[in-house]
């Protein structure tokens, strides 16, 4: 099974500042013939199913703010969010799909400094 | 709009089986593939079974393997799974999810969850 790890754990920023959350799989999630990377951004606030937010490693879903950007390729992948509003407070999961079974990562909690 | 809405949860005793339900609406049901995922209570998230849009095709996670089967009805819009010999740490909220149209495994839309708790 390809592991997903995420750092840090948790993490606290001040509002319209950035926060910066990397994933790492351990092994490619790269597929060659079509370039892609097989990995996905969620976000899951409290009480409430995750919301797709980034896939193909950097696409963002529709209706997602452009704050919200997704880099990286092979086995480390960064989401950032560039200016940090009250709304974006959750946890935040990587999610390979290259293979099954598909894995997550242990989530980053993001919170206000 | 679409919604998914997932039913059958609750308490049930170890070894015990449980049927979980997900109502689909909002989209043509039968031109996509579906999914389990699963959260056991304050932990992250756990894929656990996937079928393909015309049901002919399932993958299980390790952790329900030969216990578990996931099924549909097209007909009726409903995705399916049944869980036999059910564990403590089966214990999760099972959220029903839908793959985006190609098919891989992008979780695009997904129900509010019910909560299967596997306790004495």
């Known amino acids: 099974d390809i592991v997903m790890t995420q750092s840090p754990d948790s993490l606290a920023v001040s509002l319209g500042e950035r926060a910066t959350i990397n994933c790492k799989s351990s092994?490619?999630?790269?597929?060659?013939?079509?370039?892609?990377?097989?990995l996905a951004w969620y976000q899951q606030k409290p009480g409430q199913p995750p919301k797709l937010l980034i896939y193909?490693?950097?696409t963002r879903e529709s209706g997602v703010p452009d704050r919200f950007s997704g880099s990286g390729s092979g086995t480390d992948f960064t989401l950032t969010i560039s200016s940090l509003q009250a709304e974006d407070v959750a946890v935040y999961y990587c999610q390979q799909y290259y293979i099954t079974p598909f894995t997550f990562g242990p989530g980053t909690k993001v919170d206000i400094k | 709009e679409v919604q998914l809405l997932e039913s059958g949860g609750g308490l049930v005793q170890p070894g015990g089986s449980l049927r979980l339900s997900c109502a689909a609406s909002?989209?043509?049901?039968?031109?996509?593939?579906m999914d389990w995922v699963r959260q056991a209570p304050g932990k992250g998230l756990e894929w656990v079974s996937g079928i393909s849009a015309g049901g002919g095709s399932t993958y299980y996670a390790d952790s329900v393997k030969g216990r578990s089967t996931i099924s549909r009805d097209n007909s009726k819009n409903t995705l399916s799974l049944q869980m036999n010999s059910l564990r403590a740490e089966d214990t999760a909220v099972y959220y029903c999810?839908?793959?985006?149209?190609?098919?891989?495994?992008?979780?695009?839309?997904w129900g509010q969850g019910t909560l299967v708790t596997v306790s004495s």
């Open positions: 999810a839908k793959r985006e149209g190609g098919g891989n495994g992008i979780f695009d839309y």
């Open positions: 193909w490693a950097s």
């Open positions: 909002g989209f043509t049901f039968s031109s996509y593939a």
């Open positions: 092994q490619s999630v790269l597929y060659s013939s079509n370039n892609r990377n097989y």
